[in-house]
């Protein structure tokens, strides 16, 4: 009782402050077999997941699972989603090339593909063979012409839609798509990734179904039923409230262990919550905040587990504004940071602290800043600024702007614990700004007026590539250590680019792991961001809801380092 | 047919059958006041419909960032902007947009689904108006009745807690109380359901997406039960917080008008208490009362924008609110035209319904 009117308390402040299956899975670690292969994709590292019974004792399946989301859907068309959600559905209703093993982030198994894609000598072209008989969830067989001419819609009409997520994961990557036979395709790059396999693993590049789907026209907001090569049909959408799946009976791989998924749409997690406890939902999904699943995990009959992935926060550097085109000044703020107190202090220790912009478990990540600065290290913070003529009489000016409402109240609170710990060095005095995220986000990455910023990132495939390529190159979203043009920032290390070129087209993954070593000290010795932690995402669900215990992080229901959501894996004990 | 078409056909042809009804019957006095005040209506809408293209403009914020985020390079949002017409002077987008209101188009949503408003709002408005209306209802009769009882029983002991309840539900956050409820009703006691307008798992076809009506027009009674057992907690939240400024005036003005000299006369006359708080003071007492309902529907969709938050209602204010946040020009004005328009429509009905009232009253 008494903890249910906390969490009512808890709910009201928070209201105040806010007006898989395994076929041919097996997990081996060299990059050879022609089923799975692991990738340089982070390993999936539970951060401080509690000790759960998640492994239903007598699994049955079967019945419905009503899963609750406070995510709205955005696009489902896979030539222009952009969101976790929208990617999340398309990966049930879809299945690209390759997938992700569910739960795991560093095993890659074959999706519609029969065997691995292989790449041509100079690695400009990547040939791939479709499995035999595949076929759409409305029974449409799929050939190579069909997979090629919908994959091309990502690098054509792209462009026309909200996201344009082609200009992002599309055109910079692959020239173009051919079927080569009916069952073959083949892949023409403008120059070679490391990353390749990854890229095709992502939601952007499943084949949607023609018959919802034109080639030259998005359909941002498709009418169900939505069939595709995934182990599910979307049967029904009700906008702001509810979506249905059931079961693909064309999936050419094991069926679902459960007869139906409903996701439910939330406008709040208070609301989620209480309705995890009552049993409206079976499972609530994203977005809990630490509190309120740390909440619900002491409620008997319901299991909280941190989920071993989650955005990403830092700080935006900026290269050219002042003051923070002084190097010294950009290393004192470095220096200053104390992670684990931010994560002890706001999280109650339920974050990891992130001490390089590559999180823990990727290819090569290492711990830069904490090798370079300590963390924290005053006494070096002081010297940094001492040798740029500031003093204690003298102190550094320096504006830092937050968006409150947008990252919630930790992020805020974070940030405000940031400025404390930088005017702890009694050297720098911080002017804190607020602004509302609309105007906040522009004026931050378009580099042209706020010297220090927070924000949030989420990768867009799991490769270092993407925690690194968009803060330097392109304006590096107001890192401005490149120009929106292209060029370096004098004064910034020509290595950069040099070292972020070199990872790129390294397949090697010895080698390529080394080249992002040398590019994560060269990154935090020009502090192109300051990394400060990873956020976690919460699950709950209620006794008798399992994910599979033969697959990894089964006490996330098989949520991963990818945070994809299989569906497919969710079994009950039938109770 | 739409279900925005059949939402209008539900509410709006009775309205209109009524409207009619007054119109012939009335004096000319009162036809030259229903036509004038519908005319007023035309630059109303206008008018706020230019403060709020203006106002989306003015604040801080602008679709292409708020949709794109950190993401989006300036190519991209360029092509954004070029697209949805955002770069084209404001007049030009001004002059479009006043012809979609009066063509009843409105455009496209400028984020997320991309769909036409009028296909979002048929989704919503009647979603939102399921949960209003009898909240309104619950909320006048319950005002209306303890009102009567305190003002007839002054000083009692029915008096004074009808005051302390009247300011204390009129002074509780909307959100709260919602929260409240669905603690106890749906946590502890596991009465209602707490969040939804129906449990997902219960197949129901939608034609008008008044789910009541959908449900009795299929006969689909385990819908229908579901149904009416989600509207509780929203409809019990809304109607009681508005149900204390019902209560406050009635009470008054049943106070006041048992002080007139017709209500003395009543009482030598021998006529018994209920006959006279009947037939002359409540009658008179309503009058006010009437009014306020006007003021209130404003209020009522404010407060809904919290309610739909809370229990997870996809209404109308819900939908506003994620509007906003998005900077949806397009979505955000053509809400507030629809609320300006249910306002006004409802501002007219009251002062008809007031001059049927009162006699007094003259056009």
């Given at each position: 009782?008494?903890?249910?009117?906390l969490?009512?308390?808890f709910?009201?402040?928070?209201?105040?402050?806010?007006?898989?299956?395994?076929d041919d899975t097996?997990?081996?670690?060299?990059?050879v077999?022609?089923?799975?292969?692991?990738?340089?994709?982070?390993?999936?590292?539970?951060?401080?997941?509690?000790?759960?019974?998640?492994?239903?004792?007598?699994?049955?399946g079967?019945?419905?699972?009503?899963?609750?989301?406070t995510?709205?859907i955005?696009?489902l068309?896979?030539?222009?989603a952009?969101?976790?959600?929208?990617?999340?559905?398309?990966?049930n209703f879809?299945?690209?090339?390759?997938?992700w093993?569910p739960g795991?982030?560093?095993?890659l198994q074959?999706?519609i593909?029969?065997?691995?894609p292989?790449a041509s000598?100079?690695?400009?072209?990547w040939t791939?063979?479709?499995?035999e008989g595949?076929?759409?969830g409305?029974?449409?067989?799929?050939?190579?012409e069909?997979?090629?001419?919908?994959l091309?819609?990502?690098?054509?009409?792209?462009?026309t839609?909200?996201n344009?997520?082609?200009?992002t994961?599309?055109n910079?990557?692959v020239?173009s798509?051919?079927?080569?036979?009916?069952?073959?395709?083949?892949f023409?790059?403008?120059?070679?990734?490391?990353?390749?396999l990854q890229?095709?693993?992502?939601a952007?590049y499943i084949?949607?179904?023609?018959a919802?789907?034109p080639?030259?026209?998005?359909?941002?907001f498709?009418?169900p039923?939505?069939t595709?090569?995934?182990?599910?049909?979307?049967?029904?959408?009700v906008?702001?409230?509810?979506?249905?799946?059931?079961?693909?009976?064309?999936y050419?791989?094991?069926?679902?262990?459960v007869?139906?998924?409903?996701v439910?749409?939330?406008?709040?997690?208070q609301?989620?919550?209480l309705a995890?406890?009552?049993?409206?939902?079976?499972?609530?999904?994203?977005?809990?905040?630490?509190?309120?699943?740390?909440?619900l995990?002491e409620?008997?009959?319901?299991?909280?587990?941190?989920?071993?992935?989650?955005?990403?926060r830092?700080?935006i550097?900026n290269?050219?504004?002042?003051?923070?085109?002084?190097?010294?000044?950009?290393?004192a703020?470095?220096?200053?940071?104390?992670r684990?107190?931010?994560s002890d202090v706001?999280?109650?220790?339920?974050?990891?602290?992130?001490?390089?912009q590559v999180?823990?478990?990727f290819?090569?990540?290492?711990?830069?800043?904490?090798?370079?600065?300590g963390?924290?290290?005053l006494d070096?913070?002081?010297?940094?600024?001492?040798?740029?003529?500031?003093?204690?009489?003298?102190?550094?000016?320096?504006?830092?702007w937050?968006?409150p409402?947008?990252?919630?109240a930790t992020?805020?609170?974070?940030?405000l614990?940031?400025v404390?710990q930088?005017?702890?060095?009694?050297?720098?005095?911080?002017?804190?700004n607020?602004?509302?995220?609309?105007t906040?986000v522009?004026?931050?990455t378009?580099?042209?007026?706020?010297?220090?910023g927070?924000?949030?990132?989420?990768y867009?495939?799991?490769?270092?590539e993407?925690?690194?390529?968009?803060?330097?190159?392109?304006?590096?979203?107001g890192t401005?250590v490149?120009a929106?043009?292209?060029p370096?920032t004098?004064?910034?290390?020509?290595?950069?680019?040099t070292?972020?070129?070199?990872s790129?087209?390294e397949?090697?993954?010895?080698a390529?792991?080394?080249?992002?070593?040398?590019l994560?000290?060269v990154y935090?010795?020009e502090?192109?961001?300051?990394?400060?932690?990873?956020?976690p995402?919460?699950?709950?669900y209620?006794?008798?809801?399992c994910?599979d215990?033969?697959?990894?992080n089964p006490?996330?229901?098989?949520i991963?380092?990818?945070?994809?959501?299989?569906?497919s894996v969710?079994?009950?004990?039938?109770? | 047919m739409?279900p925005?078409?059949l939402?209008?056909?539900?509410f709006g042809i009775?309205?209109?059958?009524?409207l009619?009804?007054?119109?012939l019957?009335?004096?000319?006095g009162?036809?030259?006041?229903?036509?004038?005040?519908i005319?007023?209506t035309?630059p109303?809408?206008?008018i706020?419909?230019?403060?709020?293209?203006l106002?989306?403009?003015?604040i801080?914020?602008?679709?292409?960032?708020?949709?794109?985020?950190p993401?989006g390079?300036?190519?991209i949002k360029e092509r954004?902007?070029?697209q949805?017409?955002l770069?084209d002077?404001?007049?030009?987008q001004?002059?479009?947009?006043v012809?979609?209101v009066?063509?009843l188009d409105?455009?496209?949503?400028?984020?997320g689904?991309?769909?036409?408003?009028v296909?979002?709002?048929?989704e919503?408005?009647?979603a939102?108006?399921?949960?209003?209306?009898?909240?309104t209802?619950?909320?006048?009769?319950l005002?209306?009745?303890?009102g009567t009882?305190?003002?007839v029983?002054?000083k009692?002991?029915i008096?004074?807690?009808?005051?302390?309840?009247?300011?204390?539900?009129?002074?509780m956050?909307?959100?709260?109380?919602?929260?409240?409820?669905q603690?106890?009703?749906?946590?502890?006691?596991?009465?209602t359901?707490?969040?939804?307008?129906?449990?997902?798992?219960?197949?129901l076809?939608?034609?008008t997406?008044l789910?009541?009506?959908?449900?009795?027009?299929?006969a689909n009674?385990?819908?229908?039960?579901?149904?009416?057992a989600?509207l509780?907690l929203?409809?019990l939240t809304l109607?009681?917080?508005?149900?204390?400024?019902?209560?406050?005036?009635?009470?008054?003005?049943?106070?006041?008008?048992?002080?007139?000299?017709?209500v003395?006369a009543a009482r030598?006359?021998?006529i018994?208490?209920g006959t006279?708080?009947?037939?002359?003071?409540?009658?008179?007492?309503?009058?006010?009362?009437?009014?306020?309902i006007?003021?209130?529907?404003?209020?009522l969709?404010a407060?809904?924008?919290?309610t739909?938050?809370v229990?997870?209602w996809?209404?109308?204010g819900r939908?506003?609110i994620?509007r906003i946040l998005?900077?949806?020009?397009t979505?955000v004005?053509?809400?507030?035209?629809?609320?300006?328009?249910?306002?006004a429509?409802?501002?007219?009905?009251?002062?008809?319904?007031y001059?049927?009232?009162?006699p007094?009253?003259?056009?």
């Amino acid at each position: 009782m008494t903890k249910r009117l906390l969490l009512v308390l808890f709910s009201f402040a928070l209201v105040v402050a806010a007006c898989t299956s395994s076929d041919d899975t097996t997990t081996t670690t060299a990059g050879v077999s022609d089923t799975t292969t692991t990738t340089e994709a982070p390993a999936a590292t539970t951060t401080t997941a509690a000790p759960v019974a998640a492994v239903c004792p007598s699994e049955t399946g079967g019945g419905t699972v009503v899963i609750g989301t406070t995510d709205a859907i955005a696009s489902l068309d896979a030539a222009d989603a952009y969101a976790v959600r929208d990617w999340e559905v398309l990966k049930n209703f879809g299945e690209p090339l390759l997938k992700w093993v569910p739960g795991s982030a560093d095993q890659l198994q074959l999706g519609i593909a029969e065997s691995m894609p292989v790449a041509s000598e100079d690695g400009l072209t990547w040939t791939v063979t479709l499995r035999e008989g595949l076929l759409f969830g409305d029974g449409t067989p799929i050939t190579a012409e069909i997979v090629a001419a919908q994959l091309t819609r990502l690098l054509t009409i792209s462009e026309t839609g909200p996201n344009q997520v082609g200009l992002t994961l599309g055109n910079p990557y692959v020239d173009s798509i051919e079927a080569v036979d009916d069952r073959t395709l083949q892949f023409n790059l403008p120059a070679p990734i490391a990353f390749f396999l990854q890229l095709l693993a992502s939601a952007s590049y499943i084949p949607a179904n023609p018959a919802t789907f034109p080639e030259d026209e998005l359909n941002v907001f498709p009418t169900p039923p939505l069939t595709g090569t995934g182990p599910w049909i979307v049967t029904e959408i009700v906008t702001d409230e509810s979506m249905t799946l059931e079961p693909n009976p064309n999936y050419h791989g094991d069926q679902p262990k459960v007869d139906r998924v409903i996701v439910r749409q939330f406008a709040d997690p208070q609301s989620m919550a209480l309705a995890v406890q009552t049993g409206e939902i079976d499972i609530a999904w994203r977005i809990l905040g630490a509190e309120l699943a740390n909440e619900l995990g002491e409620i008997d009959g319901l299991n909280s587990v941190v989920v071993p992935s989650g955005p990403i926060r830092y700080l935006i550097i900026n290269h050219v504004l002042e003051p923070t085109n002084d190097p010294n000044v950009r290393k004192a703020i470095a220096a200053v940071i104390d992670r684990d107190e931010l994560s002890d202090v706001i999280f109650g220790g339920a974050v990891d602290p992130l001490f390089s912009q590559v999180p823990p478990g990727f290819l090569g990540a290492t711990e830069a800043f904490e090798d370079l600065y300590g963390s924290p290290d005053l006494d070096a913070a002081r010297a940094f600024l001492e040798a740029s003529g500031y003093s204690e009489d003298n102190k550094l000016q320096l504006p830092v702007w937050y968006p409150p409402e947008h990252y919630g109240a930790t992020t805020a609170d974070g940030v405000l614990l940031v400025v404390q710990q930088l005017e702890a060095t009694g050297m720098i005095e911080v002017e804190v700004n607020a602004q509302e995220w609309g105007t906040y986000v522009g004026a931050l990455t378009s580099g042209e007026d706020y010297p220090v910023g927070v924000l949030g990132w989420f990768y867009d495939f799991p490769d270092p590539e993407n925690y690194l390529q968009p803060f330097i190159e392109n304006g590096g979203l107001g890192t401005m250590v490149t120009a929106k043009d292209g060029p370096i920032t004098p004064g910034v290390s020509e290595e950069l680019l040099t070292l972020l070129t070199a990872s790129r087209i390294e397949t090697d993954l010895d080698a390529r792991a080394a080249i992002l070593e040398d590019l994560q000290a060269v990154y935090a010795d020009e502090v192109v961001t300051v990394p400060l932690w990873i956020e976690p995402e919460f699950i709950v669900y209620r006794d008798g809801i399992c994910g599979d215990a033969s697959l990894p992080n089964p006490q996330t229901l098989n949520i991963g380092g990818t945070m994809e959501f299989s569906y497919s894996v969710i079994g009950t004990d039938g109770s | 047919m739409h279900p925005l078409v059949l939402t209008f056909l539900i509410f709006g042809i009775p309205a209109l059958i009524g409207l009619t009804w007054v119109f012939l019957r009335g004096s000319s006095g009162l036809r030259s006041y229903i036509l004038t005040r519908i005319a007023l209506t035309i630059p109303m809408i206008l008018i706020l419909a230019t403060v709020v293209f203006l106002v989306m403009r003015i604040i801080p914020g602008d679709p292409i960032t708020s949709a794109l985020g950190p993401k989006g390079t300036a190519e991209i949002k360029e092509r954004f902007a070029e697209q949805h017409g955002l770069n084209d002077p404001l007049a030009v987008q001004y002059g479009r947009f006043v012809a979609d209101v009066f063509t009843l188009d409105f455009g496209n949503s400028l984020i997320g689904s991309q769909r036409p408003i009028v296909d979002e709002l048929g989704e919503r408005l009647p979603a939102t108006l399921e949960m209003v209306i009898p909240a309104t209802l619950l909320a006048l009769s319950l005002g209306v009745f303890l009102g009567t009882r305190a003002g007839v029983r002054r000083k009692s002991a029915i008096d004074y807690g009808s005051r302390i309840f009247s300011v204390m539900i009129y002074a509780m956050p909307i959100f709260w109380l919602g929260l409240l409820f669905q603690l106890i009703f749906g946590v502890w006691l596991g009465w209602t359901p707490i969040a939804g307008r129906i449990d997902p798992s219960i197949p129901l076809e939608r034609t008008t997406n008044l789910l009541i009506i959908d449900s009795i027009i299929t006969a689909n009674w385990v819908a229908l039960r579901s149904v009416l057992a989600h509207l509780v907690l929203p409809t019990l939240t809304l109607g009681l917080v508005l149900s204390g400024v019902f209560l406050r005036l009635t009470r008054i003005n049943v106070i006041e008008t048992g002080q007139e000299d017709y209500v003395a006369a009543a009482r030598a006359r021998g006529i018994d208490q209920g006959t006279i708080t009947r037939r002359y003071s409540l009658k008179n007492a309503m009058i006010p009362v009437i009014t306020l309902i006007g003021l209130q529907v404003a209020i009522l969709l404010a407060g809904a924008v919290l309610t739909e938050t809370v229990f997870a209602w996809p209404g109308m204010g819900r939908y506003l609110i994620q509007r906003i946040l998005a900077r949806d020009f397009t979505a955000v004005q053509s809400v507030i035209v629809f609320f300006a328009l249910f306002v006004a429509v409802i501002s007219l009905a009251v002062d008809i319904l007031y001059s049927v009232l009162d006699p007094r009253v003259r056009y």
